[in-house]
């Protein structure tokens, strides 16, 4: 089966920036949508950035507009999301995901069907 290796996670300061990647465990492993998901203790897992690697279409949750980005490298099949001006509300256990999909990503988790294991992200004031 599968498995989706997401790493990256650390603990920065707030103002600081992490980058995460997530690669399959299979290289040849792929689907139309992948996106990232965050959940803190206490909360629900929420969406943060998803990809549709036909055309490429990106989504965002409002809270993280203009400070992440949400990007994947076909030649290394790895997702990434590039986290800038991080903040201390940031902090969560980061999951990769991914499904298939004609053609829309929503920020949804239970449109995803597979899962990594998660990277812990810790943003401090």
């Known amino acids: 089966q599968v498995q989706l290796v997401d790493s990256g996670g650390g603990s920065v300061q707030a103002g600081g920036s992490l980058r995460l990647s997530c690669t399959p465990s299979?290289?040849?492993?792929?689907?139309?949508?992948m996106g990232w998901f965050r959940q803190s203790p206490g909360k629900e897992r929420e969406g943060v950035a998803a990809f549709h690697i036909s055309g490429s279409s990106t989504y965002y949750a409002d809270s993280v507009k203009g400070r992440f980005t949400i990007s994947h490298d076909n030649a290394k099949n790895t997702l990434y999301l590039q986290m800038n001006s991080l903040k201390p509300e940031d902090t969560g256990m980061y999951y990769c995901a991914a499904a298939y999909s004609s053609g829309y990503c929503p920020l949804d988790a239970t449109f995803f069907a597979t899962w990594g294991h998660g990277t812990q992200v810790t943003v401090s004031s």
């Open positions: 299979r290289n040849t492993y792929s689907r139309e949508c």
